[in-house]
């Protein structure tokens, strides 16, 4: 019998333990095998794709770069304002993100609109106005249409005219970034289990201990 209880409690301890590890999270996107030396020995480390340098304005006129991400875990989409299908979807979700970490200083949300032309600075400013968001948590870019689609491809995103007329189509998801510009997710924007399942690994992206470190 005291061996049966002896058993029962290391099975709970070892549950215990197993429960409370947090896996990291991924690094996705392209990595390129990197040859260097350490302490007089020749290593092979990996180098992960990160996203490419940017200036857009956000919906109060600022000029933002990617400098103003740095030190920060961040979500990213593409969108457009007068988007009839997914977009009001998508960041019907986002608000869910967004009132999570609003008062975290250390994150932000980007969204890019692929419809320049259109989608102005005034016009980003009364779209955030109706979606009720303020501050400097979420910022909606603008800038050039090449820039834009430019940077998607950083994101692994897909984002076009759909025909002369200036039809656009682009992807739906959320993308997450790390402290050091590097994809660790993606998730359907219009799937609010998707969005849930956002908000915990950005919680456990924060836990990590790289991204603890980073400044």
């Not at 409690?9 to 549950?15: A, G």
């Not at 991924?26 to 290593?43: A, D, E, H, R, S």
């Not at 103003?68 to 988007?83: E, H, P, Q, S």
């Not at 076009?160 to 970034?177: A, M, Q, R, T, V």
Request: charged residues 25%; proline residues 5%; hydrophobic residues 35%.
């Amino acid at each position: 019998m005291r061996k049966l209880w002896i058993g029962i409690v290391i099975l709970i301890l070892f549950n215990a333990c197993k429960s409370n590890t947090k896996t990291a999270l991924p690094i996705l996107g392209y990595k390129t095998p990197v040859t260097k030396t350490v302490n007089g020995k020749t290593v092979t480390d990996t180098e992960y794709a990160t996203i490419s340098p940017f200036k857009f304005v956000n919906q109060y006129a600022d000029t933002i770069t990617q400098k103003n991400l740095d030190g920060k875990i961040y979500v990213a989409d593409f969108f457009f304002t007068t988007c009839p299908s997914i977009c009001p979807v998508m960041h019907r979700n986002m608000l869910n993100v967004y009132k999570e970490f609003k008062n975290d200083d250390n994150f932000r949300i980007i969204s890019h609109t692929i419809d320049p032309k259109y989608d102005t600075v005034p016009v980003l400013k009364r779209y955030a106005d109706k979606l009720g968001i303020a501050g400097n948590t979420w910022w909606l870019l603008h800038g050039e249409k090449g820039d834009t689609y430019k940077i998607a491809k950083s994101y692994l995103q897909s984002v076009s005219e759909k025909n002369p007329k200036g039809e656009y189509i682009h992807d739906g998801f959320f993308i997450l970034i790390d402290k050091q510009k590097r994809l660790r997710g993606t998730y359907e924007g219009t799937d609010p289990a998707e969005v849930t399942k956002l908000i915990a690994d950005i919680k456990t992206l924060k836990a990590e201990p790289d991204q603890i470190a980073a400044k």
